[in-house]
Each structure stands twice: as structure tokens, then as C-alpha cells.
């Protein structure tokens, strides 16, 4: 489906903590409503202006009922700085949805652990509530930093929840890869920080474990023009993650 550009009412952009926000913005293009795992460019700064490019960034929710879309996202730099101080009743401009998602349909029937780390549990939210809304619930294992967010929005959509920080002030006290078995799983799901989808992969593949990866690459265009978030994929060679991606195989990119 072809991404579609449009400028949206922002409803509300709240803080979760210093550095984690949550903006839902009206999206009432139904028949280009966003699946979980795809993801939207956001920019809300004129074309002259800076950053140059528009930021990628996860569909955290889609409601369809209510015509919005949710992100949850990371303040890191100029581009999510502007994002993080706009108010309701202003606009944001919307490019998308753009990727492949994570292939839903294929999850059914299946037992699947969603694996994230930090601002890489963005994009597994939307797939629990998919997952549950079709019968199936997944078990959800998420490792952060230090203090955690969106734990309790997952419960009512999988089977488990687990939690694992480095500080171990909340949860197990050590890695998110030290909380699961591998082998108790059909699929994994998992997105976050490289060193974490590395050592999920590899824990998959030695126990014969479907691996489904979600890469954030740095991406310019988002809509696979320009080649700037080539991936050089095992089986398929270099692919562009803003069009064949995000969602790969982890053994196509790592193993
Ligand atoms: C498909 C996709 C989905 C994404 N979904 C989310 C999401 O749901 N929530 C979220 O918070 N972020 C997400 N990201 C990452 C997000 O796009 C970057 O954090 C953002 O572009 C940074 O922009 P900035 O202007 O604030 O920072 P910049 O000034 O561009 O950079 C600030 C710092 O962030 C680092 N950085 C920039 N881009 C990335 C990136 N793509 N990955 C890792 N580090 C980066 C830079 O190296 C620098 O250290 C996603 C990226 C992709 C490609």
C-alpha cells in the first residue's frame, strides 16, 4: 500500500518521563490505517528548516475506532526535541504508513514471546493487542535501563509479562535474555538496541525458534527512494529496511 502524506491534529503529547513521550494524533484515512510494526515519518518544522529529514518512528497504536495513532518515542536529538514540545490543537505532518509490518497472520496458531529493549518495546505494543484481538496471546518480555514504562499497558493483551533492568531497582536485576527460553516459543518478536536482537537471534536459532527482528536503522526518505537504510540481508542481498523492512529475519540480518 502506498504511504500517504497528510498534516494531522496532534490530541495530546505527554511525558512519560525525562526522556520517553507518548503523542496520539488524528489519523482518519482508513483506508490507509496503519498495521502493527509499520511505521509513520513525522515532522512538524518547515521543508527550509532543520533537521533536513523527517523522523521515523513506530505505530505504537492504532485506534481505529477513534481514528488515532499513537507513538511512543525517545527524545534524542532535534528532531524528536520539536516533536516532544508540540501542543494539542497543533499539527504534525504525517508520511506513511510505510514498511511491511510484522506478519500477523503468520504469528496465528503459534506460541510467540515479544522480546523488547527500551524504546524498542514501541512497536511490540500494537502486535500484542493484534495478536489478542485475533484469540492469541503472547508472553511479553521487556528490559530497560532503570525505571520502566508501559509494563501494565501489555497485561490485558499477553499471556505473561516480564520485566528486566540493568539497575535492578524494578524486576529481575540483569539482561531481558536471561527471562525467557527460547525453546518454549514458535516465534520471537523482538525489537531494541543491536547487542539485544544479536544475542535474541542467536538464542532463537540455537533453539530452532522462529526470529523476527525490527530494525531501526537511520533512514532518509522512508518510502525506499533513496537507499540510505541499505541493509545487507543473507538471502535477499542489500534491501532497503524503510520498504522490505523493518520486520526482517533475524538469521537474514544476523545470523
Ligand atoms: C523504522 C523505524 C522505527 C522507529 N521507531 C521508533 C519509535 O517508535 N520510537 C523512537 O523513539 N524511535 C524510533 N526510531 C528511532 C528514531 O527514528 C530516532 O531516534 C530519531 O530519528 C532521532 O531523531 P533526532 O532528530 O531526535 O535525533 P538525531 O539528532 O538525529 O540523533 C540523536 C541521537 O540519536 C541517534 N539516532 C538517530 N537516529 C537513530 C536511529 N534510527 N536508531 C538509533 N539511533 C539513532 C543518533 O546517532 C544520535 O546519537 C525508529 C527508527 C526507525 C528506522
Known sequence: MRAVNCDCKV???IRLNDTICMLKAEWTDQEHAPKAGQ?????????????????????????????????????????TQKI???????????TGPAGNGWPVDQLLGKKVALVGGGIGTAPLYQLAKELAAKGE???????????????????????CTA?????????????????????????????????????????ALEAGTEILVSLENKMACGIGACLGCTCHTKKSGAISVCKQGPVLKGEDVYG
Open 11 to 13: 490530541l495530546e503529547n
Open 39 to 79: 511505521f509513520y515519518m513525522l515532522r512538524c518544522w518547515r521543508q527550509d528548516e532543520a533537521p533536513l529529514l523527517s523522523r521515523p518512528i513506530s505505530v505504537h497504536e492504532w485506534d481505529e475506532a477513534a481514528n488515532t495513532v499513537t507513538f511512543l518515542y525517545e527524545v534524542r536529538g532535534e528532531g
Open 84 to 94: 516532544a514540545a508540540l501542543k494539542a490543537g497543533e499539527l504534525l505532518n504525517l
Open 137 to 159: 496471546k503472547p508472553s511479553y518480555f521487556a528490559g530497560f535501563r532503570d525505571e520502566p514504562y508501559r509494563m501494565e499497558a501489555f497485561e490485558p493483551f499477553c499471556a
Open 163 to 203: 520485566l528486566a533492568t540493568d539497575s535492578g531497582r524494578f524486576g529481575y536485576h540483569g539482561l531481558v535474555t536471561e527471562l525467557f527460553d527460547a525453546k518454549e516459543y514458535d516465534v520471537i518478536c523482538c525489537c531494541g538496541p543491536t547487542p539485544m536482537m544479536k544475542a535474541v537471534t542467536k538464542l
